[in-house]
């Protein structure tokens, strides 16, 4: 076990990152962040942010010298660096979990050979594989860049053969994943944690309402049958376990309106869909992170009250921030700002928890709120 006292590295500055340091005080560690853009999020609460490129190898040695455990915020890091960096101290998830979910063809194949179901796609790795991707699918369909894509970016609506090549062009011959536009009837994830000892706790699982390809709210409990959110629940503990695990991980489902579980990605860290954790659950999943990169037992994940969370995104501010005290002025609801230094459209800036006796009078209330802050 890594007790109190010790160091965490925490690889990426962004609210997640933030978040998780937060966490990390609570229960008296040290946390050093990596991450190139000065004074960021995770770095503004930090004992020590290292102002360095992920891949800076004089920075890469000091950081694992002066960590007893390092973490992740996000996806997009190098192997090779989480490699490096776990000659000299653990890295939690391993690099090999990591590389499964930096590229969607690498991600869809892997689902499948879980025996879950992705969404309908075909691959495109070069210009020849056009054309089998376009019978793997049905139109309308969407055609995603395979690495780097997030929030909905790299994603470009085809509905004919040649807006396919189009859009291919448009994505620069870059690898990309044609995939079937589902008919859904919710979107629903799941977050988990597994440990050393290959041990899996699930938080509850979120309904997931999304704007422009965007998380806009989650709704907690979810809205759905009880054997979807079982199935929901094993179905990402069985990736979990394929991946031999450890850390935080989550998992996004579409569900169709003929009620089939479809696996839409995996991310391998804490996720915006889980942030409710933190107001609503006897543990975060940002402790849980803490926890399980740590040694320590799992937390409870117990949720306490319903629960809607909705984010609050750049196009929220004008010149100035939004009037908060429509949010203050709701007092079962809880405000999260990232420290983000400037606003942009679709950039995640903070987002609030509103806790009721039901997720339709919670969620009443959060639509109210998000109404004045937008006017
Ligand atoms: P993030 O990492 O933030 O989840 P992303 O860029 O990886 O974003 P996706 O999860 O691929 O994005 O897509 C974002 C949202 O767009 C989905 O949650 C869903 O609402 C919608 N969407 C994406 N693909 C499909 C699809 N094949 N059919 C229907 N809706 C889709
Ligand atoms: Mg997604």
Redesign the pocket.
Known sequence: MILPGATIGMIGGGQLGRMFVIAAKYLGYRVIVLEPGPDSPAGQVADEQIVAEYDDATALAIFAERCDVITTEFENIPAHVLESLSATCPVRPSAQALGKTQDRIVEKDFIRECGLLP?PYGAIRTRSDVATAIDAIEFPA?L?TARF???????ITVNTPDEVVEAYHAHNSADCVL????D?AC?VSVVLARNERGETQCFPVSE?L?RD???YQSIVPARVDESIAKAAQTAAKHIANQLDYVGVLAV?F?VTKQDALLV??I?PRTH?SGHFTIDACVTSQFEQQVRTVCNLPFGDTRLLSPVVMTNLLGDLWGDSQPDWQHVFNSPATKLHLYGKASARAGRKMGHYCTLADSVEAAQAEANTIFTALSE
Not at 149 to 155: A, F, H, N, R, V
Request: hydrophobic letters at 30%; a negative charge; proline letters at 0%.
């Open positions: 969404v969407i995603k894509g997030y929030d909905g970016k790299g994603q995939e079937q536009r589902i859904l979107e997931n999304h390809g965007i998380l996004e579409f839409n990605e991310a915006n």
